[in-house]
């Protein structure tokens, strides 16, 4: 039953692999066996995420640039295919999540560029990818609990980014499902990166508190999560949602 989870001689494409989530996710397909293509725009921090999993003796491409660009989908996997031959997995992490002002104050610069990286971005990538996977082949989107429900004010571009990327991924299952191709989404709740190192310690305690498994997410439980999706253990799971948050969205 385990061989179900492994991933050798698979293909993985993770954006926003440089930190946080996606630099997790990335060490964890590497563990299932998968060869990895690694892209964020942070090059620095890049090369040290891909030299790291490289020293562990995995098969590591490191792809630097903006993936919110209009060529940046295309570019990387170009350049997985022209590296690796091949691509079974495609996992759109790579998010930004900026603070918002309370509406009705709005601030369009925010919020294009929430939509650019959190769901047109996906959506060109899930495109790209599409066109070179082959059936058995699986897309895990990384969304958010606040796409069900807000956690504060100031958050309806994220939450509305977040919450079309869960139709994206229910839509894209639909469309790609004859290719064999299936397509999920992951959901985490309050986790702990480089992208929330800002959050005071006492919000970090109140969550904690209110979330039924008593702490706040670390990027493993996310990782595990997209491993189990991109696996052919879930073979038969499409299309779906999965939150991964402790059971805080439940707990209310
Ligand atoms: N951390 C959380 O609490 C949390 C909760 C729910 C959802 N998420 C989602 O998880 C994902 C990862 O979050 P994180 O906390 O690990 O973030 P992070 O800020 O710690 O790391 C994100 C990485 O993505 C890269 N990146 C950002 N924009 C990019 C772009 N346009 N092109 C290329 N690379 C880019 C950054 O350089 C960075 O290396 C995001 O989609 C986020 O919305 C995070």
Redesign the pocket.
């Known amino acids: 039953m385990t061989e179900r989870f492994r991933l050798d001689g698979r293909v993985a494409i993770v954006?926003?692999a440089?930190?946080?989530?996606?630099r997790v996710a990335a060490r964890a397909l590497a563990e299932a066996g998968a060869a990895v293509a690694m892209?964020?725009?942070?090059g620095e921090?890049l090369q040290q995420a891909a030299a790291d999993l490289r020293a562990s003796g995995a098969s590591i491409l490191a792809v630097e640039?903006?993936?919110?660009s209009a060529s940046?989908p295309e570019e990387l996997v170009e350049a997985t295919v022209g590296a690796f031959g091949r691509l079974d997995i495609l996992v759109n992490?790579?998010?930004?999540?900026p603070h918002g002002p309370r509406l009705p104050e709005v601030d369009w610069e925010i919020i294009e560029r929430t939509y650019a990286?959190?769901l047109m971005?996906p959506l060109r990538c899930i495109s790209e990818a599409a066109r070179r996977m082959t059936p058995g082949s699986a897309i895990v989107n990384?969304?958010?609990?606040?796409s069900l429900r807000p956690s504060g004010p100031g958050n309806a571009h994220y939450s509305s980014a977040?919450a079309a990327l869960n139709a994206v991924t229910r839509a894209a299952a639909v469309d790609l499902g004859p290719l064999g191709v299936r397509v999920n989404a992951v959901l985490?709740?309050?986790?702990h990166?480089?992208?929330?190192s800002h959050v005071p310690e006492a919000f970090l305690q109140h969550v904690a508190g209110r979330t039924p498994c008593g702490r706040i997410g670390e990027?493993d439980d996310i990782a595990s999560a997209i491993v189990f999706l991109a696996s052919p253990a879930a073979t038969y799971v499409n299309g779906q949602c999965l939150v991964v948050d402790g059971g805080i969205t439940i707990a209310g």
Do not use: Q
């Open positions: 954006t926003g440089a930190a946080g989530i996606g892209a964020d725009r942070d921090a640039g903006d993936i919110a940046g992490n790579a998010g930004i999540y990286v959190d971005a990384v969304s958010s609990m606040e977040k985490p709740g309050l986790i990166t480089e992208g929330t990027p």
